[in-house]
């Protein structure tokens, strides 16, 4: 049922995108009177879900849910209709408007993917405002995995900095350390503050960490049980603060884990605190080292929690800001596929490693969140300079327009077919980098 609900949120969220960005496609065209053949959500090969055509344009819904496409009337497209092409120009095709409306034409698509990311932004911060873990309200300090201990972290760290610029939200450290390639991290240790140099080589093995390097440490107040559990039958209770094991101090989750596991098999004192008081109860450990027992984990029950409360008006130019932030970071995760050393090629995923980003549960606000994220993904990877894709077309308009010359229809043809092999080469790459991690 999960993998369903999955399915179903990438399926609603693609549909979206993709009539959207059609949609840019086929205004602009019906702006400057070019004739649209054809108007489809998913991909027709051989045959349709759905048809109809209205006036000179058909409208359906393919079986392949690939993406979609408009068939404007004398253009070289994935189509690849070249009989059409063979006929004389008409004054309602594509290829007998002046440049810049073509131009206008290739845009349009990317250009209502991102006005569609800002009225989602803008919507959802009207609504919902702005909710965040502020770095400065971390104040037990992190928890670091194996990655994070041989960078050079250490349990109980408060971060500052990284580069010596405070990082505002906490759970984007990690995003501002790969994307900005950042070189330190500074931290408070003990009372002192501590440098970190950042190891050559760390961006490759973050891009591949499957789970966050670091998180937020939190004193371990019991928030339930396990069935059977030794410590609810022992009598803790919840909202009970566990503070050690016999005269072993372990005021924090993190460091009960880690001393509890020698304690395997034994009944053993664990020290609590509850409504001020400090009692020890002997409980009965677990052959794998465990009392039964979950720590409360809502954030905003150790922490303060940023809130930022927005009106229409004041949604409106958060909205584009967080748009424009959102291309700048999308970007500069593209400029490390360009890097070899980052290895960030391995972590290309398709509609797999897209689906999974979605939860398992239904979220209105995260849905449409994840789709304004994907709508500006959208339109960075549809303005990208590769033929078959609307930034091909505008590369040869713009060649046009500064040098008065015309690619030929032949040139178009090549450079389309060209731009569709490199496109399948990197749907395959996609495909075999989710294929491998569904192994790994």
Request: hydrophobic share 50%; aromatic share 12%; charged share 20%.
């Amino acid at each position: 049922m999960e993998i369903l609900i999955k399915i179903l949120q990438l399926l609603l969220s693609l549909s979206i995108l993709v009539l959207f960005h059609e949609f840019g496609h086929f205004i602009a065209a019906k702006a400057f009177k070019v004739r649209v053949e054809k108007f489809y959500l998913f991909f027709n090969p051989w045959f349709s879900l759905f048809k109809i055509k209205i006036k000179e344009t058909e409208y359906g819904i393919g079986w392949l849910p690939l993406g979609g496409y408009v068939k404007i009337a004398g253009m070289i497209d994935e189509s690849m209709d070249k009989e059409q092409m063979k006929q004389p120009a008409q004054p309602w095709e594509f290829r007998t408007k002046p440049a810049w409306q073509r131009l206008i034409i290739m845009l349009g698509g990317v250009t209502v993917n991102v006005l569609l990311a800002m009225a989602i932004y803008i919507s959802l911060l009207a609504i919902h405002g702005e909710e965040y873990l502020p770095t400065s309200e971390v104040k037990y300090g992190v928890v670091v995995d194996t990655l994070g201990y041989e960078m050079g972290l250490r349990n109980g760290d408060m971060i500052l900095s990284v580069d010596q610029k405070p990082v505002e939200d906490f759970h984007k450290i990690t995003e501002t350390i790969i994307l900005d390639e950042a070189q330190s991290i500074q931290v408070m240790r003990e009372g002192q503050p501590v440098e970190i140099p950042i190891p050559d080589g760390l961006t490759s093995r973050l891009l591949k960490h499957q789970t966050p390097f670091i998180s937020y440490r939190i004193p371990f107040v019991v928030g339930g049980f396990a069935d059977d559990s030794p410590a609810k039958e022992a009598g803790i209770l919840e909202n009970d603060i566990i503070i050690g094991i016999n005269e072993i101090p372990t005021p924090y989750f993190d460091q009960f884990k880690e001393k509890i596991a020698a304690f395997k098999g034994v009944k053993t004192q664990i020290m609590l605190v509850r409504n001020g008081d400090t009692l020890a109860m002997p409980v009965q450990i677990t052959g794998q080292g465990m009392i039964g027992v979950a720590p409360v984990t809502q954030l905003d029950f150790y922490f303060t929690l940023h809130q930022r409360d927005y009106n229409f008006l004041e949604a409106i130019p958060a909205g584009v800001v967080k748009t424009f932030d959102g291309i700048g970071s999308y970007l500069k995760q593209l400029k490390l596929l360009v890097r070899p050393e980052t290895k960030a090629y391995e972590s290309i995923g398709s509609f797999i490693t897209i689906g999974s980003i979605f939860p398992s549960t239904w979220d209105w606000h995260l849905f449409w969140r994840l789709t304004a994220f994907l709508s500006i993904m959208l339109a960075i990877l549809n303005i990208l300079p590769i033929p078959a894709l609307d930034g091909g077309h505008v590369l040869f308009l713009l060649f046009e327009l500064i040098s008065g010359r015309k690619p030929s229809e032949r040139f178009m043809e090549i450079a389309q077919l060209a731009g569709m092999i490199i496109l399948l080469a990197l749907f395959a790459l996609a495909m075999g980098n989710d294929i491998m991690r569904l192994f790994r």
